[in-house]
């Protein structure tokens, strides 16, 4: 009888230490969706293209289908349910909501993952730069007008605080 091998990774997932035995090909998206119950964490079309699983690792965005877990032993993830919290919004989060930015909500976390990257980076952002960065998270519900316009207004509120 054959034993499945494992890994053991430690990380910081939303600011808490979790260790665990997983596959070696265990993909990102799958271990924080499945194990640690990340629902925000969208498999979309599971080769990179659409961005909804967009997490940040040590900050920067990355498409969590693509990553294997393993590769995140000793670093630090936020998913979008550690990104802000019910009593103190993230800026995206709450101009997403101010603005009505989302449809279907499919697509949404990793865009809001992505676009607090952004902002974290440049407060001072313009519609192209912003329309460039998000190019990689696809919405088949709405133009993007209205997360553009979102963006805009977190980086005004980020500028804020």
Known sequence: MSQKS????????????V?????????LCDFLHDELNMTGVKKGCDT????ACTVLLDG?????CLSLAPQIDGHKVTTIEGLGSRDKLHPVQKA???LD??????CIPGMIMTASSLIEDNPNLTEKE????????????????????????????????
């Open 6 to 17: 494992t890994v053991k990774i430690s990380c910081t997932v939303n600011d808490i230490l």
């Open 19 to 27: 260790s665990r035995n997983i596959a070696p090909n265990q993909t």
């Open 48 to 51: 990179g293209e659409c961005g």
């Open 60 to 64: 920067k965005p990355v498409t969590s």
């Open 96 to 98: 997403f909501i101010e």
């Open 101 to 106: 930015a989302a449809q279907c909500g499919y």
């Open 130 to 161: 912003i329309r460039r960065y998000l190019s990689g998270n696809l919405c088949r519900c709405t133009g993007y007008q209205q997360q553009v316009e979102a963006v805009m207004l977190a980086s005004k509120l980020a500028k804020r605080k």
